[in-house]
């Protein structure tokens, strides 16, 4: 047998692959989009098809300081897993302090809209499809928003009882990556339901 | 070394039933996960599979009273239901769970308490709907158990026309099994990308395991969508909402529209593993590498799309109008190209091959026709007038029907001939095996194809009973009699399932001759899956391994 | 991770089945009573506080002793039969084919080739040189089903647009089919591509023309049309095989021997080679 000659086959070199914490919170998002965009499509396919008021018009007013709020939560959570990569754990705490409070400020705004809406406007889920769809898809992301405020508010104790560390970097990306998700989809939510659906 | 963990295994503990039941609660092992999966999968397979046999009977002959019409209602709603959530989806996720570690050299899956969270959220979504029997006015009276069909068209679905709790239980039970699910494909998907042993490019990955990848991918985008139309279903029925509800401006096709977007995809996320399995099945027992593995993957990929692009050939009678009608007709028709090239590379690979007639592989032969003959009722079904003469009959039944036992059932039987040895040690008796493929053979032609012929006559599905004037006596006396055949045939597999496990002949680690990773370990793999992580050089890692003076590294 | 013998596995935990059963209480309060909800909520905060004390801050996980792996995996045809070819024993092909870009060349030449027997066509029975153009172009059109073959003889803008766009499209994509086929036909290229090829083609057309153009189909005059299929045959052939050929991924897998000409009779003697593929 003379092809005893030796084929030039790489070595295999590094064998790096994708953090799996990662690749399942894209997964998880994957997913959830597809959730939010049937919510969307329902939204945008019922617009002006409630049979009685009140409509979007009537009763919404834009909700520009809560949604600078909570764009800017990002910003913040960003900056909070650059400092704990570097291992400053309290200046990682208090960007994730300033994220809490940025998304506490939106939820209460949400909260506030919504007591308004049902109190004076006398607008619920059984009144017409406007509010059938307008708190599904709302609540839905409001419903997410809380989650990521359960997950930032622990590390935040955590954090503040001084048991996260550099390690801890990776998970906390993992949180963000979360966090920007329920914030782009915010940018969706308020376009269908703030610009077109008004 | 581990701490903090409440429940440790007390070695003081006697090794009785109890030690086995906490063992199996407790475990976070892909293996027993996937075992869990597939044997609960095989208890509802049995209680759907009796729920079709009392269908069966009060068929066979026109004008029947063998169970009463509100019982037939429920018996096909939950039939639907249990074959498509609670048999299906966790067989398919119990292989997957079982093979993809061991095929890509990994200890476990990417996320283990997931994946057992994932079992058993699925598993009690299953016991929730079969609660609804035993629920509301209970057993005697049959309970509340769902009977709207297994797509629950709305406004049948509003409180109105279905008060009390039945249609909840439907919709509860599959929102949490499909929380399960997606946690499951979550896990497929992680794991794939990110535990793969040194070597394992995703150019040299097991067929089995890149369609798995499509598979979870595509659950990602359909198990979603259904989950939203539940949670709106939900929303309706308990909130009051009117997403569904005509009365006040909603719409009843938007329903439709979603409960499909989710369900064709679904038949692809059924099918996808059966090709995964002859994948793996077929070019072992024709002694060839599979034919065309990049156009294998390529056509897995296309599949995967292509099938978000159909959903609305379920929906040509609803009345569209041409534009959508034409879409999906044409869409429906592109998607048996890339299912083509899959047909005619299992052809290429067993062509000029050493074909082996296991029982394995007799399935898989049997899988090839059938499922080509199910496609091409598919292709006469995707044109949209010829649909609006059979949408709703019994040709439909007999189409689907030919795609889920003709093709999925028969590839999951493959896949338990093959991978049994693998997961007990022990051969299945490949006599009782030839019993088992024949018989099933035999009454699932004389069921499904002859299930046709009515349906062509004008017999309509979910029907009760009939006249004795129709002319569909004769053929329905046929296919009920074929679906006892099937009956007999699942007992001898279950019979053989039992009795190998005790009787069986030693397995070894590589009773087949194969060539992908988990046949390099002992037959029941260890915990550990393998004791040095392997490293592989191309795509058959272990024909590399026993055949060093010719390995297919060198040709890749 | 590892130790001696010991690998790390993640230790089992009831948690996970103790959230799930939770999730299911909490539906399932929704179709019996609210109680069964709650404690359904109960449960699931107590799983998750479980849980997460499982993971972190470490995962919890246990040594599990390991055995040395059991076998070296033999086969049951340990030796394989080799056949009397030579070192190599399987056949890579093919191993050389064309680029697709020199397939778009030869079908942009086989278009142009292919006007010149079309046109003479149009000059000899309507004194025209744009009838042939027109009846292509009356695919697009289906106003000019009535016209007169005056109609036709004529220029008009619109026609001449459609034919160049329909033209292009055809030339360029049954140029392609011939880059891709020609190196499927070894020998004889100038009867395959030339000749047989555009017979077929014209049979395939002749058969389909009635749905796909039936203006064309009515008024073609398919003596005329075979020649222009042959002289597009011949043109996009010639032009396809002065283009050199390109080594496939097959090649570069080829052992060094091989691909250095060392073992030259192997697998790229297509003629005489081994029939080792079998």
Redesign the interface.
């Known amino acids: 047998?003379?092809?005893a000659?030796?084929?030039?086959?790489q070595p295999?070199e590094e064998?790096k692959?994708?953090?799996?914490g990662i690749?399942?919170m894209a997964?998880?998002i994957?997913?959830?989009?597809?959730?939010?965009?049937?919510?969307v499509v329902?939204y945008l396919?019922?617009i002006g098809?409630?049979?009685t008021g009140p409509t979007p018009r009537e009763v919404l007013e834009i909700p520009w300081f809560a949604t600078v709020c909570l764009l800017s939560s990002s910003i913040t959570v960003h900056f909070a897993v650059q400092s704990l990569r570097s291992a400053k754990v309290n200046l990682c705490a208090a960007w994730l302090a300033a994220t809490v409070l940025l998304g506490g400020i939106f939820i209460a705004a949400t909260a506030m809209e919504w007591y308004d809406l049902i109190y004076h406007y006398g607008l619920t889920?059984?009144t017409?499809?406007f509010?059938?769809?307008f708190y599904?898809l709302v609540g839905?992301h409001a419903s997410h928003v809380i989650v990521g405020l359960l997950m930032l508010g622990l590390t935040l104790i955590f954090a503040l009882m001084g048991?996260v560390n550099q390690h801890h970097a990776e998970r906390l990306e993992v949180i963000s990556i979360y966090w920007h998700f329920v914030d782009a989809v915010w940018v969706v939510v308020f376009t269908v339901v703030y610009i077109v659906g008004r | 070394m581990a701490t903090q963990t409440q429940v440790t295994v007390n070695p003081a503990l006697e090794r009785g039933w109890l030690y086995h039941v906490q063992d199996w609660v407790t475990t976070v092992d892909h293996k027993k996960i996937g075992l869990m999966y597939i044997a609960y999968a095989l208890i509802f397979l049995v209680i759907a599979g009796v729920e079709a046999i009392l269908m069966r009977i009060q068929l066979l002959v026109p004008n029947n009273n063998f169970v009463s019409p509100e019982v037939f209602n429920r018996l096909f709603t939950m039939h639907g239901t249990t074959m498509v959530f609670f048999v299906g989806m966790p067989i398919l996720f119990g292989f997957g769970n079982y093979l993809v570690p061991l095929m890509i050299g990994a200890r476990d899956m990417?996320?283990p308490r997931l994946n057992a969270f994932s079992f058993w959220v699925s598993a009690f979504g299953g016991l929730l709907l079969y609660f609804s029997y035993f629920a509301g006015s209970g057993l005697y009276g049959a309970g509340t158990a769902p009977d709207v069909g297994w797509f629950a068209y709305a406004p049948l679905t509003a409180r109105v026309f279905s008060p009390g709790h039945s249609t909840d239980y439907w919709t509860l039970s599959i929102l949490i099994s499909g929380i399960g699910n997606?946690g499951t494909?979550?896990?497929i998907?992680?794991?794939t990308?990110?535990?793969?042993c040194?070597?394992m490019k995703l150019s040299r990955m097991p067929l089995l395991v890149w369609l798995y990848l499509v598979v979870?991918?595509l659950?990602?985008?359909?198990?979603?969508?259904l989950?939203?139309?539940q949670?709106?279903l939900l929303?309706?029925r308990y909130?009051?909402?009117?997403?569904f509800d005509t009365q006040?401006?909603?719409?009843a096709v938007?329903w439709m529209h979603?409960f499909w977007?989710f369900g064709h995809p679904e038949v692809y996320i059924l099918v996808l593993p059966a090709f995964a399995f002859a994948n793996e099945i077929i070019p072992v027992f024709s002694r060839k590498a599979v034919f065309g593995y990049p156009a294998m993957v390529a056509a897995s990929i296309g599949i995967g799309f292509i099938s978000l692009s159909v959903w609305a050939h379920h929906m040509f009678t609803v009345g569209m109008g041409p534009g959508p009608n034409a879409f999906f007709t044409f869409s429906t028709m592109v998607i048996s190209v890339p299912t083509g090239i899959k047909i005619f590379n299992w052809l290429a690979t067993l062509w000029g091959g050493n074909i082996h007639f296991t029982t394995a592989m007799k399935f898989a032969i049997g899988f090839l026709f059938q499922f080509l003959v199910a496609g091409l009722t598919g292709i006469m079904l995707s044109v949209s007038p010829f649909d609006w003469q059979l949408a709703g009959s019994y040709f439909l039944v007999a189409h689907f029907h030919y795609v889920l036992v003709g093709a999925i059932l028969f590839m999951i039987f493959s896949a338990f001939y093959y991978w049994y040895p693998k997961i007990t040690g022990r051969m299945l008796s490949e006599k009782l095996g030839s019993w088992h493929f024949w018989l099933f053979l035999i009454g699932f032609h004389l069921t499904f194809d002859f299930m046709h012929i009515p349906g062509i006559l004008g017999m309509p599905r979910r029907i009760y009973t009939y006249e004795a004037d129709r002319g569909w006596a004769i053929w329905n006396m046929i296919v009920s009699s074929g679906a006892f055949f099937q009956a007999v045939a699942t007992l001898i597999f279950v019979w053989n399932l039992v009795a190998s496990y005790f009787k069986g002949e030693k397995a070894g680690p590589d009773p087949w001759d194969a060539w992908t990773l988990e046949w390099s370990t002992s037959s029941p793999p260890p915990s550990y899956n393998f004791a040095t992580i392997p490293?592989v050089?191309s795509r058959r890692p272990l024909w590399d391994r026993k055949h060093p003076?010719e390995p297919d590294?060198?040709y890749e | 991770m590892e130790r001696e013998n010991k690998i790390h596995m993640p230790l089992p935990t009831a948690w996970p089945m103790a959230l799930a059963l939770g999730v299911a209480l909490l539906v399932t309060g929704m179709v019996t009573s609210p109680g069964v909800s709650l404690l359904g909520l109960l449960l699931m905060l107590l799983s998750a506080i479980g849980w997460f004390r499982n993971v972190l801050?470490v995962e919890a996980h246990e040594y599990v002793e390991a055995e040395p792996d059991p076998m070296q995996v033999p086969s049951f045809r340990s030796s394989i039969e080799y056949l009397p070819a030579g070192?190599?024993h399987r056949k890579m092909i093919p191993v050389e084919t064309f680029q697709f870009t020199t397939g778009l060349r030869g079908g942009i030449a086989g278009g142009i080739a292919m006007i010149v027997p079309a046109t003479i066509f149009s000059l000899l029975k309507y004194h025209s040189l744009w009838y042939a153009m027109n009846l292509m172009a009356a695919g697009g059109f289906v106003s000019w089903a009535e016209q007169s073959d005056q109609f036709l003889a004529q220029f008009h803008i619109e026609g001449f647009l459609a034919a160049l766009a329909i033209h292009t499209v055809s030339s360029l994509l049954v140029g392609l089919l011939y880059g891709a086929m020609l190196p499927m036909f070894p020998r004889w290229p100038i009867l395959t591509a030339g000749f047989i090829a555009p017979l077929l083609w014209t049979g395939l057309l002749s058969s389909v023309l009635g749905i796909v153009s039936p203006i064309l189909n009515a008024r073609i005059d398919w003596w005329w049309f075979v020649p222009s299929q042959i002289a597009f045959g011949l043109v996009a052939g010639f032009v396809v095989n002065l283009h050199a050929k390109v080594r496939t991924s097959q090649f570069q897998a080829l052992?060094?021997?091989?691909r250095a000409g060392?073992?030259a009779n192997e697998p790229l003697d297509e003629a005489g080679g081994p029939e080792s593929l079998k």
Do not use: Q
């Open positions: 047998m003379s092809t000659v030796a084929i030039p086959h295999i064998w692959l994708p953090s799996r690749v399942g997964c998880l994957i997913a959830e989009s597809a959730i939010f965009i049937i919510f329902a396919f019922y098809k409630s049979l889920v059984r017409n499809l509010g059938t769809t599904s839905l048991k | 990417a996320f997606i494909a979550l896990n998907v992680a794991t990308l990110c535990m793969r040194p070597g979870s991918g659950v990602f985008v359909t198990i979603s969508p989950t939203a139309a949670i709106m929303i309706d909130l009051g909402g009117h997403f006040a401006g909603g719409s938007l979603f977007i490293t050089e003076e590294a060198h | 801050p070192p190599m052992p060094f021997a091989v060392i073992h």
